[in-house]
Structure formats: structure tokens, C-alpha cells
């Protein structure tokens, strides 16, 4: 399997943490070089691993926001 290669270019924001330091975060995520996308994931404590997780491009944050927004109406 070949090696996965991340960096994360910018952290938008903790959501939530575990009990044992874990975290769910969104971040801009670069993956093996690619254009950065925005990305939803548990994160153990100092990133050496990680949960599965959602990718989205602006365009699929921005259409996930207006879903959020109308949730209160």
C-alpha cells in the first residue's frame, strides 16, 4: 500500500475532544500534494493518526452550511 502523505495547511477548529485526547477537527487538509480541500476527522494527540473522515471542496463547505443554517428554522 502506498504511503499517505498529509499536511495540514490551516486548523479551522476543534469540535470536539475524547476522553484520551483525541480530537475532531476541521481543517484544510493537503493529501499525497494535491490542492488542499477542507476536511472533517478524529485526530489522535500529536496527528501521528487518524480516524476516517469527510473531504469537501469550498464549494461542498459552503452547500453543508446552508444545510446547517436551515436546521434552526
Not at 495540514?8 to 490542492?35: A, F, Q, Y
Not at 494527540?45 to 444545510?67: F, N
Amino acid at each position: 500500500m502506498a504511503e499517505l502523505k498529509y499536511e495540514i495547511v490551516e486548523n479551522i477548529g476543534v469540535i470536539s475532544e475524547s476522553p484520551k485526547g483525541w480530537t475532531k477537527e476541521l481543517n484544510l487538509v493537503s493529501w499525497n500534494g494535491r490542492d488542499p480541500k477542507y476536511d472533517l476527522r478524529d485526530w489522535a494527540p500529536g496527528k501521528e493518526k487518524m480516524g476516517k473522515g469527510v473531504t469537501m471542496t469550498e464549494e461542498e463547505l459552503k452547500q453543508l452550511e446552508k444545510i446547517l443554517q436551515n436546521m434552526d428554522k
